[in-house]
């Protein structure tokens, strides 16, 4: 198993590296996700050994009006990352799909289900929430 993990944003101005993952990692279908991903849902997980290699300084952030912080690339827009209120970058969540390779992550839930757009299907093996975890 690799230790370490690297990932970018879609310009790849911002670069970053983990050494590990949490074991929790969901789909989450509420209406902030769906716009800040352009998707259905966005899939994002805690991440152990953060290491910022490239970029940091153009890392733009967007609070929301629930004090959730959604982090971005500033030059290409690329959606990196979900931080709960008050927490700081190093306690960030990040999108799965900015890794470059295969990551250890097995997706374990569904949460905030009730949000979903109608044209989108919950996928039948995972569990699913109308809102966080129980």
């Known amino acids: 198993m690799k230790s370490r993990y690297e990932g970018s944003c879609l310009c790849n101005k911002v670069t970053f590296r983990v050494s590990g993952f949490s074991e929790e990692a969901a789909h989450c279908y ?14 994002l997980v805690g991440v152990f050994g953060l290491t910022w290699h490239s970029g940091f300084d153009l890392l733009k952030h967007y609070q929301a009006e629930n004090g959730a912080t959604r982090t971005f690339c500033r030059e290409c827009g690329s959606s990196l990352g979900f931080r709960v209120k008050d927490a700081p970058i190093e306690d960030i969540e990040l999108a799965i799909a900015t890794f470059n390779g295969d990551i ?12 979903r757009s109608n044209w989108c299907r919950l996928e039948p093996d995972l569990p699913a929430f109308e809102e966080g975890r129980a």
């Open 104 to 115: 250890p992550v097995k997706i374990d839930a569904q949460i905030y289900t009730r949000y």
């Open 30 to 43: 509420c209406s902030m996700c769906q716009k800040f991903h352009g998707a259905a849902f966005g899939t």
